[in-house]
Every structure is written in C-alpha cells, then in structure tokens.
C-alpha cells in the first residue's frame, strides 16, 4: 500500500478559452491510494485517486473528480492474461483535451471502461496479442455540443522477433462508436517496426489503412458517409546519462463527446534532464489538427498547440516541488483563436510503501 499527496497554485488568464475572459486563481487538492497484492502467478492492482479543485475569479469551475481503477494479470506458462476495469467522474475541460487535443465546455463526464486482454508465446520469437474495451460515457446535462456515447473495441495483434534489435508487427482493430444519431464503424489494417539501434536509442514506426463507415441522422435526414485513408505513427527515444528526450507523430480515430469519431493529427516532442540529484528540468510541447469525421457537423476541423516547461525539487525520497508554466492555443474552423496563460506551483508528498508478508508488515 503505498499513499501520495499533492497540492497545486494555479494562475490562469483564460481557463475556458473564450474571448473575454477572465484570470482565476486555483487551487487543487490530489490524494491517491495504490494498494494491490501479488502471488508467483496473479498480481492485482488497484488506484483510487480525486481531484478537489476551487477557483477564484469564475464561477461554475469547483470540481471534484474520482477515480478508480482496477488491473489484474495472470502468468501462464507461454503467456498472460489480465483484465482492468475504471470508474472516472471528472471534468471535460481536462479529458477531452487530454485525449483528443480539443478544448471544449465546462461539462462533468461519467466514464465506466472494461478492457481485457490475452497473450500467448507462440514460438520463441512470435508472440499473439487479444485484446477487447468497453466504455460507456455520460455527460451532465447532454447537450449543448455534448453526446453520450459507447465504443467498442476489438484488436489482433502479431509480433514477431527478427532478432535481439528489430521485431515487426501487424495487426488488425475495430472500432464501434455509438452516439446520438450516429453509428460508426472504424475498421484498419497496419504493420509496424520496433528498431534498436542501442541501448539509448529506440526507433517505432507503423503505417496502415482504415475503412470509416457512419450512418447519422441530422436535421432530420440520413447520412451515409465512408471514408478511406491511411494512418501511421512515428516515434523516437534517446536516452542520455542524465537526461531523456522523445519525440514522434502519428495520426489516429479517437472517439469523442462532440458527436463523432474524430481524425486527430498529432505531433509531439518532449526533453527532460537531471541538473543534479534534486533537481529536474522538462520541457513538453504538443500540436493537434483535428476533423470531425460526421458531414454536416459545425466547427468540424480545430487546430490546438500547447508548450509546457517546468522545473522540479526534490528535497528527499517522499518530498518534491515543481514550477511549471504552460501556454495553449486553439482554434476552430469558421471561429478566432484564442489562447491562454498558466503559472503552477505543485508540492507532492510520495509516502513509503507499506508491504505485509508472511514475515509480517514492514515498510520500503
């Protein structure tokens, strides 16, 4: 069992991105609890998490989100298998920015999400992966630019090792979407390459083509539309004696609360590196280009693009600081930009991990 603790000041000049705003001051509350147990075959974890927010300077944006989380896995002899399941009440201003680059209103969102997974060692190079994800989600008050929706998730994977540097994979994944008035199938093929050049240098690359078929109802007519294309991802990892850096792009279908599967473009790079042993810079930076894929939809296509330096103190093994700075700007297709400033100052508490045995309890 292991608790952590943090507390966050935030300034922010435009926290809902809209023109004429106004700066607020925040502040947020974050316990956590992990807690799991473990046998030679089955390990169990589990992460019970909240978020207790207060702004001052606007009204409507004090929140407190919840969340619960559930992983199991089993070791077989020539594989695993596992099986998670999540609880998330929270906010979609920070989700749906998250997951798919788009600010959208303020909105409390109800998430329940079951995923399973099945892996087997089918030779000593190749290795099949099967997996399946369930999410229902639920907004406050549906409307108003938001849609309950459901997906479901399939997908077939084969790995197969050339050698202790290189592995390619291929795979196979679809995607049911449902929501108001519209039904989406998302069906795609991809192969992909794992390249090692060294022990700090890591190279991934896939590439594939999708089939999009929805079928919607707006304005009080039928919609049909299909949609081909191709989609890949790109990333590289370079590891330094005492820092990281990552970087890559790839273009993915992600479902989202606007009514539609969205087309998201995203490119991404981030550094970090250890000045001393207490002390951490890091700089993360992200750009998003995204397309509702529904006919008819306004406000269809939107461009986001946030940067976020920081830098962190850490005073022992359960004590840290950090300072970070982010600026983020979108805009929307027939719509002005807009953009906003924010200053957080974090302090965290990790506490020992608590552990009991058949030796008895002790402490890490």
Do not use: C
């Not at 019970?48 to 992983?71: E, H, P």
């Not at 069906?187 to 594939?208: A, N, P, Y």
């Amino acid at each position: 069992m292991t608790p952590s603790l943090s507390l966050r000041e935030e300034f922010n000049d435009n926290i809902l991105m809209e023109r004429g705003h106004k700066p607020v001051w925040g502040s947020i509350l974050s316990p956590k609890l992990r807690w799991g147990a473990a046998t030679e075959r089955l390990d169990v974890q589990t992460d019970l998490s909240a978020r207790l927010a207060r702004y001052r300077g606007v009204q409507g944006l004090n929140t407190n989100d919840v969340s619960l989380r559930v992983d199991t896995q089993y070791t077989l002899e020539r594989g695993r298998w596992g099986f998670a399941g999540s609880s998330i009440r929270d906010s979609t201003r920070r989700s749906e920015l998250q997951e798919t680059g788009r600010v959208l209103q303020e909105r409390r969102r109800s998430l329940r999400s079951a995923d399973g997974f099945w892996e087997k060692r089918l030779t000593e190079q190749m290795s099949l992966r099967n997996q399946y994800q369930f999410s229902n989600i639920r907004y406050a008050g549906e409307g108003e630019g938001f849609f309950d929706y459901q997906i479901r998730m399939g997908s077939v994977d084969l790995t197969y090792a050339l050698s202790e540097r290189d592995s390619i994979t291929s795979g196979f994944q679809v995607l049911r979407y449902r929501s108001a008035g519209i039904q989406s199938l998302d069906m795609g093929l991809k192969v992909g390459l794992i390249h090692l050049f060294s022990k700090t240098l890591q190279t991934t690359v896939s590439i594939g083509g999708r089939q999009i078929s929805s079928d919607s109802s707006l304005g009080g007519r039928e919609n049909k539309a299909d949609e081909q294309g191709m989609f890949g991802a790109f990333s590289m990892e370079k590891r330094f004696e005492s820092a990281l850096w990552q970087g890559g792009l790839d273009r993915s279908v992600n479902p989202s609360g606007s009514g539609s599967l969205l087309l998201v473009d995203h490119l991404f790079g981030r550094f970090r590196r250890e000045i001393s042993a207490t002390v951490e810079v890091s700089l993360a930076a992200h750009a998003y280009n995204t397309r509702a894929l529904r006919p008819g939809l306004p406000n269809r296509e939107s461009r986001a693009f946030n940067v976020e330096p920081a830098w962190r103190l850490r005073w022992d093994e359960h004590w840290s600081m950090m300072v970070s700075y982010r600026y983020l700007w979108q805009r929307t297709s027939g719509g002005s930009s807009t953009d906003s400033n924010a200053v957080n100052w974090t302090v965290s508490y990790q506490g020992p991990k608590w552990m009991d045995s058949l030796e008895g309890l002790s402490t890490e």
